[in-house]
């Protein structure tokens, strides 16, 4: 599966920002999908996942309650809707996919992944 993440930008503290990831099959149910985030000098860190039917979401700790993750299978897109953005914030998010189980998601192990987009947050 081919997958490709947009909807970076460029936005001041307390702004939001929606990335979408669209996906090139329409059997994109059969994954779970993952945000993940690098900043310049930093690794790569998890940021949020949700399960095969939507019904299941895992955010870390840093983002949780600012930033909620939605998939639409019909679509085969996954969104990460980010708000209350902070400039710590800033990083190239990438969308990711996987057969894996469930229990794995905040794990970096996936196999596909797309590439980055870029979310400047200025204060």
């Known amino acids: 599966v081919q997958l490709q993440a947009s909807g970076g930008g460029s936005v001041r503290a307390g702004g939001s920002l929606r990335l979408s990831c669209a996906a090139s099959?329409?059997?994109?149910?059969?994954?779970?999908v993952g945000w993940f985030r690098q900043a310049p000098g930093k690794e790569r860190e998890f940021v949020a996942a949700?399960?095969?039917?939507?019904?299941?979401?895992s955010y870390s700790d840093s983002v949780k309650g600012r930033f909620s993750i939605s998939r639409s299978n019909l679509k085969a897109m996954t969104y990460l809707q980010m708000n209350s953005l902070k400039p710590e914030d800033t990083a190239s998010y990438y969308c990711?996919?996987?057969?894996?189980?469930?229990?794995?998601?905040?794990?970096?192990?996936?196999?596909?992944w797309g590439p980055g987009t870029l979310v400047t947050v200025s204060s």
């Open positions: 099959e329409g059997s994109i149910s059969d994954y779970i």
């Open positions: 990711a996919a996987d057969r894996k189980v469930w229990g794995m998601a905040r794990d970096p192990s996936y196999n596909y």
């Open positions: 949700i399960n095969r039917n939507g019904g299941g979401k």
